[in-house]
């Protein structure tokens, strides 16, 4: 079983900055994909960032130039920069880790969630 725990989160004014980070503990052998969501208020959850394997990444249109997203492989761990956050940032945010669980196949897993608030 694999675990994720999400910590970063809070309350941050107009123009800051916040980290976001999860780190995956349990049986792993390798990780794929790792990626972060948000989900706001009455909103379907929607695709933040995403980082491969390999290193490349690619970011959703209303964060790109402000957000960054990275990973430490030694620690299993994907971090999210968010600066120069916007009031619309405010939303859940949801780690999502694709662990490999044979040559064929990964198997999706979620953290908990974290809020972050952004205040005008």
């Known amino acids: 079983q694999v675990q994720l725990v999400e910590s970063g989160g809070g309350l941050v004014q107009a123009g800051g900055s916040l980290r976001l980070s999860c780190a995956a503990s349990?049986?792993?052998?390798?990780?794929?994909?790792m990626a972060w969501y948000r989900q706001a208020p009455g909103k379907q959850r929607e695709s933040v960032a995403r980082i491969f394997s390999e290193g490349s990444t690619n970011y959703g249109d209303s964060v790109k130039g402000r957000f960054t997203i990275s990973r430490d492989n030694a620690k299993n761990t994907v971090f999210l920069q968010m600066n120069s956050l916007k009031p619309e940032d405010t939303a859940v945010y949801y780690c999502?880790?694709?662990?490999?669980?044979?040559?064929?196949?990964?198997?999706?897993?979620w953290g908990q969630g974290t809020q972050v608030t952004v205040s005008s």
């Open positions: 999502n880790v694709a662990v490999r669980v044979s040559k064929w196949s990964t198997r999706d897993y």
């Open positions: 349990g049986i792993i052998f390798s990780i794929d994909n």
